[in-house]
């Protein structure tokens, strides 16, 4: 069993609309939590990020973080064509931050 | 400024080939990973400098893999006797030292025939 398991859809959604994307972990010593975007033959870009659990907002993204559950979750709002990319969680141990830990990632399409 | 750059973007290489790849982190960052992306699949991590020191290599598969940034600056992952199932993207990240956020290049790809 993999450590960070996501969905790899693809989630195909109409422009506008609310998105979620979802994580499960099983490594309880995993405190950072990350959120990157990966456009097609590109490396990965950095969304967000959260240390420990609750939300943080950056614009139409919002990240959550359940330790309780060990599930995270990103929120997109008003989903742009732009969106449309393969996004991915990260994750990593407090005290040992050199090491993330990805999900497969999850290819969303949104359409105009 | 310029970010991580990853040379070359592409390469093809017969079974039993050795190949390296050159990461030239961003200028200043003193920590420098690498990580191997397959078809579908998230990275997954291979290795970690701090400047010149590799201070893990838990994420290499196998001793044919080896890595080294000599300057604390540009690293090179080296594969020696390439295999089919080393087909994977190569991406390489840097970043300040104790930051979390980590830039990564565009990576290459390699297909091994």
């Known amino acids: 069993q993999k450590e960070v398991e996501q969905d790899p859809g693809p989630l195909s959604v109409p422009e506008g609309a609310i998105v979620s994307l979802n994580c499960t972990y099983s490594?309880?010593?995993?405190?950072?939590f990350m959120w990157y975007r990966q456009y097609s033959r590109k490396g990965p870009e950095l969304l967000m990020y959260?240390?420990?659990?609750g939300n943080k907002e950056d614009g139409r993204f919002t990240a959550q973080v359940d330790k309780s559950s060990k599930y995270i979750s990103l929120f997109i709002r008003d989903s742009q064509p732009s969106d449309s990319a393969t996004y991915l969680c990260?994750?990593?141990?407090?005290?040992?931050?050199?090491?993330?830990?990805f999900g497969s990632g999850t290819k969303l399409n949104v359409k105009p | 400024g310029a970010g991580v750059s990853q040379s070359p973007r592409y390469k093809v290489a017969k079974r039993g080939q050795d190949v390296a790849l050159r990461c030239d982190p961003i200028?200043?960052?003193?920590?420098l990973f690498w990580y191997q992306q397959a078809l579908g699949q998230g990275p997954e991590f291979l290795t970690y400098?701090?400047?010149?020191?590799?201070?893990?290599k838990s994420g290499l598969p196998s001793d044919r893999f080896f890595a080294e940034r000599p300057e604390g600056s540009v690293s090179t992952l080296k594969i020696q006797r390439t295999q089919q199932e080393d087909s994977a993207v190569y991406l390489c990240?840097?970043?300040?030292?104790?930051?979390?956020?980590?830039?990564f290049g565009p990576g290459t790809r390699l297909t091994v025939t």
């Open positions: 990240a840097s970043r300040l030292d104790r930051e979390i956020v980590c830039h």
């Open positions: 490594n309880s010593a995993f405190q950072y």
């Open positions: 959260t240390y420990s659990s």
């Open positions: 990260a994750m990593s141990a407090h005290g040992n931050f050199n090491k993330f830990y």
């Open positions: 200028s200043g960052h003193v920590s």
């Open positions: 400098f701090q400047n010149e020191a590799q201070l893990d």
